[in-house]
């Protein structure tokens, strides 16, 4: 069990874990923003990946396990790192040795986790029964339609954004600190980081237009 063992080999496993999830993030991103200007784009994308063998036998289980695997090691890190604050308190001055994101990287995980939830609630799950459950004929036109009509309650809607805004300040520590927890430092990690930076912001941020966008204009 050297990876529950190793505070480094714990640190390169969360970072790696992390790294493959905002890979997923930017893919997922490039599909929902298709249907603020494609409807027919977005449905064959999303039929596609709700259809595919290799996406949903194998591609899925992985990205599940990779989101499990990434915030299970992630209380793992907070628990040792706060026993490890407890022994050394007399040093330890939070507000002078890091920033406010990266001590409460707990927190935003979090809300990050309630919105998975969530998330999981209103397309994974019907998606499951509608296809294996209820064993309804393969639709192609009907992702749309179930997209745009989550939107359509402000509540729910809201509750979108604020999920987008914790998922902004989660990247914007963890992304880029995961280049240095696994080793990489050359003449790249200072645009690696600003790129991280970057990405941070602008990814969630589309989320959040796309939400707005669809609860807006529908």
Do not use: C
Request: no cysteine; proline share 3%; hydrophobic share 50%.
């Amino acid at each position: 069990m050297g990876i529950i063992s190793s505070s480094i080999a714990r640190k390169v496993a969360m970072a790696l874990s992390g790294l493959f999830l905002v890979l997923f993030l930017g893919q997922h991103f490039t599909i929902n923003l298709t249907s603020t200007f494609s409807p027919e784009t977005f449905n064959e994308f999303s039929h596609f990946m709700g259809t595919n063998f290799l996406v949903q036998a194998i591609l899925q289980p992985v990205l599940i396990f990779g989101v499990i695997f990434h915030f299970v090691m992630g209380f793992i890190l907070e628990v040792r790192n706060r026993a490890a604050r407890k022994i050394n308190y007399v040093n330890y001055k939070g507000s002078a040795n890091s920033s406010w994101v990266s001590r409460n990287m707990i927190y935003s995980g979090l809300v990050i986790l309630a919105f998975l939830g969530l998330h999981f609630y209103d397309f994974w799950f019907p998606e499951i029964v509608h296809k294996y459950i209820e064993s309804n004929p393969a639709d192609a036109t009907r992702y749309y339609g179930e997209l745009v009509e989550k939107f359509e309650s402000p509540v729910r809607t809201g509750l979108y954004v604020l999920s987008f805004v914790f998922l902004a300040l989660h990247l914007f520590h963890g992304f880029a600190s995961s280049f240095q927890s696994v080793g990489f430092n050359n003449k790249y990690a200072t645009s690696l980081k600003k790129f991280a930076k970057f990405y941070a912001i602008a990814i969630p941020a589309g989320f959040v237009f796309i939400a707005l966008f669809h609860h807006f204009n529908h």
